[in-house]
């Protein structure tokens, strides 16, 4: 079955990185786009970072542009997010999401949090 297991959540403190994995199954993943989102208390869930199929093209949310970085390693059927400079306003659960033109597919989230 559809399987999206993110990992490499946790603490750490302001200004520093972390790196997120998202490991897909069950699917074709090379044909997914790819994409990071992320929900805080008491707020919506929003898009941070999202990759195409072919990997050409990377968008990403204002608030993390130069700080973040999305990609993927279609051999290992995996997606990352480099989160660096981390700030208080990152802590978030964030949640990985595969989309096709017919399917879209959610992870069940990892808990990053940012605090001293």
């Known amino acids: 079955q559809v399987q999206l297991v993110e990992s490499g959540g946790g603490l750490v403190q302001p200004g520093g990185s972390l790196r997120l994995s998202c490991a897909a199954s069950?699917?074709?993943?090379?044909?997914?786009?790819m994409s990071w989102y992320r929900q805080a208390p008491g707020k919506g869930r929003e898009l941070v970072a999202r990759?195409?199929?072919?990997?050409?093209?990377?968008n990403y949310a204002d608030s993390v542009k130069g700080r973040f970085t999305i990609s993927r390693d279609d051999a290992k059927n995996t997606v990352y997010l480099q989160m660096n400079s981390l700030k208080p306003e990152d802590t978030a659960v964030y949640y990985c999401?595969?989309?096709?033109?017919?399917?879209?597919?959610w992870g069940q989230g990892t808990q990053v949090t940012v605090s001293s």
């Open positions: 990759i195409t199929a072919a990997g050409g093209t990377t």
């Open positions: 999401n595969a989309r096709s033109y017919y399917f879209e597919y």
């Open positions: 069950g699917f074709t993943f090379s044909s997914y786009a």
